[in-house]
């Protein structure tokens, strides 16, 4: 059974059309959800961490949110640059392990 | 640089080999953990440590797989008789311990190709 589900899989935008990306959880206890972007061959770069229901962040042209079963990353105005897959992942609550369950991926591609 | 290194970058084996890679963390973040990321997937939890104490191990990591964080400073992960199922992107991570410093920070990772 997924814990996390990212949605769309894929999606292509053009320069200066915004869009969301989603991502729903199911966990006993969230301790923390966590957006990350990755471009290819490279390791996961970390956007944000969201700890409660109803709260935001933001960075350049991206906005997460958070609520009680999903979260959605903002995307405004993208440029060609914020072409990537962004990775969603939770964190559980209780115990010591702080080990990330992550979601499969949005690969975002913005032609110019 | 002052984020978390990974040694090597790629690495191709013929099946039946040995192979380990290092990962250096974040100075002071004692918190070490091992993913596994296959095409098109989001990582995968492999095992973790808290200083040099290994202290959980997924049951992806099965016998062939071993890891060692000596002295609770660099990690190693070591896997014997590789596969072709062995290819995948192998991440570390590290945070430090304690409140909400708990978002993980990734290395660049090491490319395993088994052929």
């Known amino acids: 059974e997924d814990q996390v589900t990212q949605s769309p899989e894929a999606l292509r935008l053009q320069e200066g059309e915004s869009s969301s990306l989603n991502c729903s959880y199911t966990?006993?206890?969230?301790?923390?959800l966590f957006w990350y972007r990755q471009d290819p061959g490279k390791g996961p770069e970390f956007l944000f961490t969201l700890y409660s229901a109803g709260e935001e962040k933001e960075k350049e042209r991206l906005k997460a949110t958070l609520t009680k079963k999903e979260s959605f990353l903002h995307i405004t105005a993208p440029k060609p640059e914020d072409s990537a897959t962004y990775l969603c992942a939770v964190r559980e609550l209780g115990g010591s392990n702080y080990k990330l369950t992550f979601g499969k991926g949005t690969l975002l591609t913005v032609n110019p | 640089d002052t984020g978390v290194s990974q040694d090597p970058r790629h690495k191709i084996t013929k099946r039946g080999q040995n192979v380990t890679f290092r990962c250096d963390p974040i100075s002071e973040h004692n918190r070490l953990y091992w993913y596994r990321q296959t095409l098109g997937q989001g990582p995968e939890f492999l095992t973790y440590?808290?200083?040099?104490?290994?202290?959980?191990k997924s049951r992806l990591l099965s016998d062939r797989f071993s890891a060692e964080r000596p002295k609770g400073s660099f990690s190693t992960l070591e896997i014997q008789r590789t596969e072709q199922g062995d290819s995948a992107m192998y991440l570390c991570?590290?945070?430090?311990?304690?409140?909400?410093?708990?978002?993980?920070?990734f290395g660049p990772g090491t490319r395993l190709t088994v052929l």
């Open positions: 991570a590290s945070h430090p311990e304690g409140g909400l410093q708990d978002t993980q920070y």
């Open positions: 966990v006993s206890g969230l301790r923390g």
């Open positions: 440590f808290q200083n040099e104490a290994q202290l959980e």
